[in-house]
Nanobody, 118 residues
Framework: QVQLQESGPGLVKTSQTLSLTCRIS????????WSWIRQPPGKGLEWMGT???????YFDPSLENRISIIQDTSENQFSLQVISATPEDTAIYYC????????????WGQGTQVTVSS
């Protein structure tokens, strides 16, 4: 069974880099499509970006200049980095697996709360 587990700091200071990792079990990071999705307080889910098993990356255009998604084949995981974090980046962050860059998402991590504050 596929399982995803997010990890990373729960509190990030404004202007610093927000970094999260999603560890995969039951599948390979070199297969399928692996996405980062977030939910700000009081808002709906927001797709941030996807990395394909091939390593090709797709980003939400509104975030493209601020985010990176990194594939780590040795650890079978993928990571998210958001530079110059602001309080608007406060959200629950999820990693998910899909069969395409647009979903549907078959497997989700439990989510991790990240708060950006000065």
């Amino acid at each position: 069974q596929v399982q995803l587990q997010e990890s990373g700091p729960g509190l990030v200071k404004t202007s610093q880099t927000l970094s999260l990792t999603c560890r995969i079990s039951g599948d390979s990071v070199t297969a399928n499509y692996w996405s980062w999705i977030r939910q700000p307080p009081g808002k709906g889910l927001e797709w941030m970006g996807t990395i394909a098993g091939s390593g090709r990356i797709y980003f939400d255009p509104s975030l493209e200049n601020r985010i990176s998604i990194i594939q780590d084949t040795s650890e079978n995981q993928f990571s998210l980095q958001v530079i110059s974090a602001t309080p608007e980046d406060t959200a629950i962050y999820y990693c998910a697996r899909g069969t395409s860059k647009s979903g549907p998402y078959e497997y989700w991590g439990q989510g991790t709360q990240v708060t950006v504050s000065s």
